[in-house]
């Protein structure tokens, strides 16, 4: 038994609930080096908490799923925001969830755009990184320091994502 969500486009508007869309619109904020690089200023909102808590830069290499997927699980981390930029021009599956009461609610399922990432804001409940194409390489902002900073729910029914 399961149920099913569509996947949906990944705009700013509807990700706003759970962190910011990654990516280049509209006029950069400046140019640099020489006039030759836009630069897209201050993307995401990093948000880290505990005594020695820091931003970390790590490189994630994840197996590619396809679609339908099957959702059984999602997770979140309390201490930390967590941005992923992906390190090839192939979509990927961003899926995230409100808290109902210390438990996921209904999750959405968004499909990337060429040229997207993700920041999910500290304590969102997501989807694991999924990418639908190999390689799944991706540079990942995110919490590095002591404490708990994972926890997992696993669905007593799983959803089945599919193309919407």
């Known amino acids: 038994m399961s149920q099913s969500i569509k996947t949906e486009p990944l705009t700013a508007e509807a990700f706003a609930p759970y962190g910011e869309v990654l990516q280049v619109a509209g006029e950069p904020d400046k140019l640099i080096n020489q006039g030759l690089c836009g630069r897209y200023h201050d993307l995401a909102g990093l948000d880290f908490i505990g005594d020695g808590a820091r931003a970390g830069i790590s490189i994630f290499r994840s197996q590619k799923r396809q679609l339908p997927y099957r959702l059984e699980m999602l997770e979140r981390h309390p201490l930390g925001s967590q941005a992923f930029l992906p390190m090839t021009h192939q979509p990927f599956l961003v899926i995230a969830a409100p808290d109902d009461g210390g438990k996921p609610g209904r999750p959405r399922a968004f499909l990337t755009e060429l040229g997207q990432g993700i ?15 190999d390689p799944g390489l991706f540079a990942v902002v995110d919490r590095i320091g002591d404490g708990d900073n994972l926890e ?8 089945d994502v599919i193309s919407g």
């Open 152 to 159: 997992e729910h696993w669905l007593d029914i799983p959803y």
């Open 119 to 133: 920041n999910f804001a500290r304590n969102v409940w997501h989807g694991v990184l999924t990418p639908l194409s």
